[in-house]
């Protein structure tokens, strides 16, 4: 394996040698859109804004993703590039690198929405975007080759099976009772907490999340497809408003790293937000009468 880590600080050298103050800002704004800010922003946008059933499929299976990313970096626990060679470093992170995050959660997010971009855009996009963001934690010298080709195999690999075996997944949880479906979900938590306790974070939005859309598939008829761009412009803004006073709220109250109860009111917290995004923020539009009502079904 040292030899192939080796091999992987040659190649991130030769990437280097093109490097310039101008191309190296570049590849920081672009390696942003492999960040979790950019899918904390733009999930609740599919979600509040153009289809709220794919909008709770989709972030469900990238919060699959991501889960098995973190838990893999534990178990490989395979340094960076810049633990062998600073010289390669033009960035830091605080976790291992193998399999890369952006990688992975890029090539989730680009190959679940590729069947809703027009033919061929939608595959175009699944396959350069990811390819580009993992280019760029290369050039960055943060991540080695063969992280990102682990991460964009493993990314696409839970796009392929979201696309594949979503409808009946979908089907099949639907025909369960509502507590079932939470059982279920507070299940697959407490194996993800259980998996890894290092980082509750993604347990938690995932228990949070889906729960909210098991209340909101039961319970309400929120149509994200609803209302004219002004409505979904306040929609998001609502929302986003929400989702920030939860995270920056909980977190003034919360243990700091390495406190009694931290992973606790982590997962709190970030459970607060999914359940917010699912059900607390489509409740809010339309109480505030920002989206309309699904047709009653049968």
């Given at each position: 394996?040292?030899?192939?880590?080796?091999?992987?600080?040659?190649?991130?050298?030769?990437?280097?040698?093109?490097?310039?103050?101008?191309?190296t800002a570049?590849?920081r704004?672009?390696?942003?859109?492999?960040?979790e800010?950019f899918?904390?922003i733009?999930?609740?946008?599919?979600?509040?804004c153009?289809?709220?059933?794919?909008?709770?499929?989709?972030?469900?299976?990238?919060?699959?993703?991501?889960?098995?990313?973190?838990?893999?970096?534990?178990?490989?626990?395979?340094?960076?590039p810049?633990?062998?060679?600073?010289?390669?470093?033009?960035?830091?992170?605080?976790?291992?690198?193998?399999?890369?995050?952006?990688?992975?959660?890029?090539?989730?997010?680009?190959?679940?929405?590729a069947?809703?971009?027009?033919?061929?855009?939608?595959?175009?996009?699944?396959?350069?975007?990811?390819?580009?963001?993992?280019?760029?934690r290369?050039?960055?010298?943060?991540?080695?080759?063969?992280?990102?080709?682990?991460g964009?195999?493993?990314?696409?690999?839970?796009?392929?099976?979201g696309?594949?075996?979503?409808d009946?997944?979908a089907?099949?949880?639907?025909?369960w009772?509502?507590?079932?479906?939470?059982?279920?979900?507070?299940?697959a938590?407490?194996a993800?907490?259980?998996?890894?306790?290092?980082?509750t974070?993604?347990?938690?939005?995932?228990?949070?999340?889906?729960?909210?859309?098991?209340?909101?598939?039961?319970?309400?008829?929120?149509?994200a497809?609803?209302?004219?761009?002004?409505?979904?412009?306040?929609?998001?803004?609502?929302?986003?408003?929400?989702?920030?006073?939860?995270?920056?709220?909980?977190?003034?109250?919360?243990?700091?790293?390495?406190?009694?109860?931290?992973?606790?009111f982590?997962?709190?917290?970030?459970?607060?937000v999914?359940?917010?995004?699912?059900?607390?923020?489509?409740w809010?539009?339309?109480?505030?009468?920002?989206a309309?009502?699904?047709?009653?079904?049968?």
């Amino acid at each position: 394996m040292e030899g192939v880590l080796e091999w992987g600080v040659e190649v991130i050298r030769a990437i280097q040698t093109v490097a310039s103050p101008g191309l190296t800002a570049v590849m920081r704004a672009l390696t942003l859109m492999g960040s979790e800010y950019f899918y904390l922003i733009f999930l609740p946008i599919l979600f509040w804004c153009v289809d709220e059933r794919y909008g709770a499929r989709f972030g469900l299976v990238f919060l699959l993703s991501s889960f098995v990313n973190g838990w893999l970096k534990v178990v490989f626990a395979q340094p960076r590039p810049y633990h062998l060679d600073p010289s390669v470093g033009m960035g830091s992170e605080s976790s291992y690198g193998l399999p890369s995050g952006h990688s992975q959660g890029s090539a989730t997010f680009w190959g679940l929405l590729a069947p809703r971009i027009r033919r061929p855009w939608g595959l175009v996009l699944a396959v350069f975007m990811p390819i580009l963001i993992g280019f760029t934690r290369l050039y960055l010298g943060v991540h080695f080759p063969t992280d990102v080709f682990l991460g964009l195999a493993l990314g696409w690999a839970f796009a392929i099976a979201g696309i594949v075996l979503g409808d009946r997944a979908a089907r099949l949880l639907a025909s369960w009772n509502v507590r079932v479906r939470i059982l279920l979900a507070a299940a697959a938590a407490l194996a993800m907490n259980a998996l890894h306790m290092e980082d509750t974070s993604v347990s938690g939005i995932f228990f949070g999340t889906a729960v909210g859309a098991c209340f909101l598939f039961d319970r309400l008829r929120f149509d994200a497809s609803s209302g004219g761009f002004g409505q979904k412009a306040l929609r998001l803004a609502v929302g986003l408003a929400g989702v920030a006073a939860i995270y920056f709220g909980v977190k003034l109250v919360a243990p700091g790293s390495g406190e009694p109860l931290y992973a606790l009111f982590r997962f709190v917290r970030y459970a607060l937000v999914g359940a917010w995004v699912s059900y607390g923020a489509p409740w809010a539009f339309m109480r505030l009468k920002l989206a309309g009502a699904r047709p009653a079904e049968g």
